[in-house]
């Protein structure tokens, strides 16, 4: 009938508006609820050979929200760990999900140089920030212009013991690395110092980065006699080259062990035993760091975690859960470009001692310290016992 017929044409006339309003309600009811979150999608290797990388830096960054708030401008800061089993394009799949089904302010972790490299195209082209926690070749943060760094590079590293070395006779040394982007920054910026300071490198020894077989090459630092080996191996890496260098009598033969720290990386030291003791590394934290910041942060970390003693991967991972939650608070929660700028510059107190995020390059600037490994009780530790301060990535100072 008629009624019916009008009944509808109204409907049909009114149907796409319906619909608009829908659309726009339930699109403003989600939207609404994703603002009142700021979220971080963290990625780490927690399996497989750098699973202590993962575990270390989680544990800093759950440390680091239990002690500051868990909610930022009003908004709960909500934090997703992913594991990517430091396998790049897992990496870069995990970084694409969490940009655009979780919506993530932030990309977090990274604890590899390859993870880093192959996730940077999605900040770029999502505008999202990324805070490398790991991650430390020089060039990771050419890579894209929201990548922002709180760990350390291998060229701040290398320089400290380059210039440490020839001062305490350390003529001629044999230099031994993991084949890939910061094992490469450490052999150069090592050996380019050395050799302005007087020094001579006989050799140029280079590691695969899985699962490497020290022993041919422990054996042909033998044969050279150098005074010293200078070693770079990823966080994790250094008990197996420590019982290897060992059990081939290296220090027995005269031959010194320098490195950067991450061969007497503070997770694994106290079970490498005395063949550790007065070896000479120069890197950005040491756990027994002497200031009242840094003890407090150990016996947090330390009660929370069984014992766990933190190492340069959990500071770079509590520093920058610092910069990401200090950054949301200024930007009231923000994202994108917003995001970004209030993590340019921002400088505190950190355990490992001052620092500084450069404006300019993006990259952390910290003190480097020389230390020795001593016992402290019946613990070993990294003592400090000198400091460059304030030092800026010597990758980018051209
Ligand atoms: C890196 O892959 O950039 C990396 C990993 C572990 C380290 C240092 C650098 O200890």
């Known amino acids: 009938d008629n009624t019916q017929l009008l009944h509808a044409g109204v409907n049909q006339w009114l149907a796409p508006y319906y619909i608009v309003v829908m659309v726009a309600l339930t699109a403003g009811t989600f939207s609404a609820f994703a603002q009142e979150k700021f979220s971080i999608g963290l990625i780490l290797p927690m399996t497989g050979p750098f699973a202590s990388t993962g575990k270390q830096i989680e544990a800093a960054a759950r440390l680091y929200m239990a002690q500051n708030g868990d909610t930022v401008a009003g908004k709960k800061v909500e934090l997703i760990v992913k594991d990517d089993t430091s396998a790049p394009d897992v990496t870069k799949r995990i970084a694409q999900e ?7 302010n932030v990309l977090a972790g990274f604890g590899l140089t390859p993870l880093a490299l192959a996730t940077a195209p999605i900040a770029t ?7 490398v926690m790991a991650a430390a070749t020089s060039s990771i943060t050419q890579a894209s212009p929201y990548i922002v760094r709180t760990s350390f590079t291998l060229p701040q590293a290398a320089v400290g013991i380059a210039d440490w070395a020839p001062k305490n006779g350390i003529k001629k040394v044999v230099t031994l690395v993991s084949d890939y982007g910061p094992g490469i920054d450490a052999e150069k910026y090592f050996k380019d110092r050395f050799l302005f300071n007087g ?9 695969p980065m899985r699962n490497p077989d020290f022993a041919p090459f422990l054996q042909k630092v033998r044969d050279l006699k150098p005074d010293a080996m200078f070693v770079f191996v990823p966080s994790g890496a250094g008990a197996a080259l420590m019982k290897q260098f060992a059990e081939r009598g290296m220090d027995k033969a005269g031959i010194k062990l320098i490195g950067t720290g991450d061969v007497t990386d503070d997770d694994i030291l106290n079970s490498m035993g005395d063949v550790a003791l007065g070896v000479v590394t120069s890197h950005h934290y040491s756990a027994s760091h002497n200031s009242p910041l840094n003890k407090k942060f150990v016996e947090a970390f330390t009660k929370a975690n069984h014992g766990l003693r933190p190492n340069f991967m959990a500071v770079g991972g509590y520093d920058g859960m610092r910069v ?7 930007s009231k929660g923000g994202s994108g470009e917003a995001l970004l700028n209030a993590m340019k510059g921002q400088s505190f107190e950190s355990p490992r001692g001052p620092m500084l995020i450069d404006p300019q390059t993006r990259d952390v600037v910290h003190n480097v310290y020389i230390r020795k490994v001593e016992k402290v009780g019946d613990q070993l530790f990294n003592q400090e016992f000198s400091t460059i301060k304030d030092m800026k990535d010597p990758g980018k100072a051209k």
């Open 125 to 131: 082209q999502s505008k999202t920030p990324l805070v």
């Open 98 to 104: 969490l940009v655009v089904n979780d919506k993530v």
């Open 199 to 207: 020094g001579q490198v006989i050799e140029t020894l280079r590691v």
């Open 324 to 330: 990401i939650i200090e950054a949301a608070r200024a």
